[in-house]
């Protein structure tokens, strides 16, 4: 699993060049602001320090199968980069097609554990567990947010914002400039962004707080409840209303964890 994590690391670093670039041009409402993506250096710090107490041999090791699907989710994670980095419409659907299957891995992952559920080991289990809760609920919403590109890049009444363009790297220009310097392009293309309220957002709410209670692991809603608080948007009604959704996934996923025992 830690080899898959990796490889998903060197697979961004090798094929993230145009990922910036096409979530721009085609940013949906509902595309939560940059900062969101911080989430990934959460979880691969978490993921990073789970194997490691694992390999200490102080701590239980997650099933085979927990592991398994856990590795599907990165290595998938690694197959996405490159095709997203295609920016053509076919792989950008390709790309949310992966992003779909990683994300049920993960989700496979967490409900083989089944973390809150073991009485004795609950502590560790869910510690050792909460980076791949954390993928599982971030992979629904990038999914989510990687059709609803590739859907706008199919649509030929959709044309890409123009805006989101850079310019060619100049002569006099480092790479760490020029890299600073779409950054700043595309924050400034984000700020112009009407403040649209969007449906979307609380259907994912609605899905992921269904999945947290069924398996059950309320750290699958963090990353919904993360991204909606940042969306241009919020604090909308429709957007209150899917923290309100996430809200009940948590409390019924910790019903059945600590009180009903299922």
Do not use: H
Not at 218 to 243: D, E, G, Q, R
Request: aromatic letters at 10%; proline letters at 6%; hydrophobic letters at 55%.
């Amino acid at each position: 699993m830690l080899n898959a994590a990796a490889l998903s690391l060197a697979s961004s670093a090798v094929w993230s060049r145009n990922i910036g670039e096409t979530s721009c041009k085609w940013r949906r409402p509902y595309s939560p602001d940059g900062r969101t993506f911080i989430v990934w250096t959460v979880i691969y710090t978490t993921t990073l320090a789970s194997c490691a107490a694992q390999l200490t041999g102080q701590v239980p090791v997650l099933g085979w199968w927990t592991n398994f699907f856990w590795a599907l989710a990165f290595a998938l994670c690694a197959v996405w980069t490159p095709l997203f980095d295609g920016e053509s419409p076919e792989a950008l659907r390709a790309a949310a097609s992966v992003l779909l299957a990683g994300a049920a891995a993960a989700v496979m992952g967490v409900a083989e554990e089944r973390a809150w559920m073991n009485k004795e080991l609950r502590l560790e289990l869910t510690l050792l567990t909460a980076p791949l809760g954390l993928l599982a609920g971030w992979l629904c919403v990038a999914a989510a947010l990687g059709w609803g590109i590739s859907n706008a890049a199919l649509d030929p009444l959709v044309g890409p914002l123009e805006e989101c363009r850079v310019p060619p790297r100049r002569k006099d220009e480092s790479q760490a400039q020029y890299r600073a310097r779409r950054r700043v392009l595309y924050r400034q293309a984000y700020a112009r962004m009407p403040a649209e309220v969007s449906i979307v957002p609380l259907g994912i709410a609605a899905a992921v707080a269904w999945l947290a209670a069924l398996v059950p692991d309320p750290l699958l809603v963090v990353p919904t409840a993360w991204a909606v608080v940042n969306l241009k948007a919020f604090p909308s009604c429709m957007y209150l209303a899917a923290l309100l959704v996430l809200s009940a996934g948590v409390a019924l996923s910790l019903l059945r964890a600590f009180v009903w025992d299922m």
